[in-house]
């Protein structure tokens, strides 16, 4: 063998070792680069809004994230729908019920009783009446009459005299018959004595049982 034909040999080798380099080279590059892509594209995916307003996104499977529950939608915050007005007076909030002494915070009477309606009077003769009764041994409220229609917002208030002196329990009402009787007929009289003595507007002639509310 020849100088000269060895020294090709080696050449060939070498182009060959530079050639299967080269080509690994780029087969290793293009691996790497489709896996870089991958990774970039997997992190800035966008996942959409979860439509249960759990307050995450979903991933592929549909299911919240961030530990939300599943299914369960998280409500929006409690929005301001003006003042409520109680159905029952609160006590310090007056309610509008008269007594001997002035407003009370509550209405005094249970449920399921009936109470002695004795007439509807003005502001005026309403406190006279109550502290008539009062001195007379009598226990009474005034409930103001809620008026509607045309004009009654310039009409005084008005308000209905109640005896709390007897309660009649609703399933009592036929069996306390003299109880009851007794009790009209003692507001009859002091009626009568409160138009004579303290200029009245009512003589309590047909005062009505009614049961509460």
Known sequence: MTWVSLYGLIAGALLLAVGCWSVGYKVGYQAGEDAWLAEEQDANRVFPVDPLGNGGSLDVGGRPD????????????????GPITPAVPVAGQGS???????EIDRDPRQDGFNYLELATLSRA??????????????????????????GSANNPARYRLVSIEVAIPGEQFRAMRTQRLDHERLIQ???KEWQRERDGASDFAQPLWKRYP
Do not use: C, K, W, Y
Not at 126 to 140: C, I, K, P, Q, Y
């Open 96 to 102: 509008g019920i008269l007594s001997p002494r002035g």
């Open 189 to 191: 009289r002091l009626g």
């Open 125 to 150: 003769q309403t406190e006279s009446a109550l502290v008539f009764l009062n001195s007379e041994g009598v226990s009474a409220i005034a409930v103001p009459v809620v008026e509607s229609g045309r």
């Open 66 to 81: 961030d530990g939300a529950s599943d299914g369960v939608a998280s409500g929006p915050d409690d929005e301001d729908d």
